[in-house]
């Protein structure tokens, strides 16, 4: 079965600090893995999306994440956070058996001025 | 439609009464999911359809839960005898293909309160 982790149930940084929101995945094959974020009051957002092609993914408003295997891992990063990014972040793997979507927990990322 | 539409917004309704909700694809994606998220927590699968397959019921929580989805396209999600336990928002959504290469697009989501 897979699973996903995130390490952080909240990050807090500065406005234009860079941002790191860690993700672990638990899959018996080689996984599609994919980010979505939720601003308040508004519907998942697909912020990117690994499918086995470039390790290195980048995604919408200058967000990217990086798929390692070795370290069961596609921690989500930003050089510089901006106020607009406070939102919560969740980390989903794919279930091949029926194409249904495993979230995290969900990561809340706060942006100080 | 241009995205995944979801009716009511906000559902207020009394502990033991039955509600529907309603969620309207994009047009043309086969896939169609029902998710429940609680105050605090992950998304939590209920339910997928995918064409004219049986749907993947392995996520609802118990027999008050149903779902059905008309000619392929608009889906409706019952719950009967609501109990506090249900108060969540229910999102759906809806994949080309359902399968892993492409996004899935969530609708905004139905706000249930069992009072």
């Known amino acids: 079965a897979q699973s996903v982790t995130q390490l952080d149930s909240h990050v807090s940084v500065s406005e234009g600090t860079p941002v790191l929101l860690r993700c672990n995945y638990s899959?018996?094959?080689?996984?599609?893995l994919f980010w979505y974020v939720q601003h308040p009051n508004k519907g998942l957002q697909l912020l990117l999306k690994y499918t086995s092609a470039a390790t290195l993914v980048k995604g919408i408003n200058g967000f990217e994440a990086e798929f390692k295997k070795s370290e069961t891992s596609f921690h989500l990063t930003k050089p510089s956070a901006h106020m607009s990014d406070a939102a919560e972040y969740f980390c989903v793997v794919s279930d091949l058996q029926g194409g249904k979507l495993i979230f995290g927990q969900g990561t809340e990322l706060s942006v100080k001025p | 439609g241009a995205g995944v539409s979801q009716s009511p917004s906000n559902k207020v309704t009394e502990k033991g009464k039955d509600v529907e909700l309603r969620c309207d694809p994009i047009s043309g994606h086969t896939a169609l999911y029902w998710y429940r998220q609680s105050l605090g927590q992950g998304l939590e699968f209920l339910i997928y359809?995918?064409?004219?397959?049986?749907?993947?019921k392995s996520g609802l929580p118990s027999d008050r839960f149903s779902a059905e989805r008309t000619g392929g396209s608009v889906s409706t999600l019952t719950i009967q005898r609501t109990q506090q336990e249900d108060s969540a928002v229910y999102l759906c959504?809806?994949?080309?293909?359902?399968?892993?290469?492409?996004?899935?697009?969530f609708g905004s989501g139905t706000r249930l309160t069992v009072v």
């Open positions: 959504a809806s994949s080309p293909q359902g399968t892993l290469n492409y996004g899935y697009t």
């Open positions: 359809f995918q064409g004219n397959s049986a749907p993947d």
């Open positions: 899959s018996s094959y080689s996984p599609s």
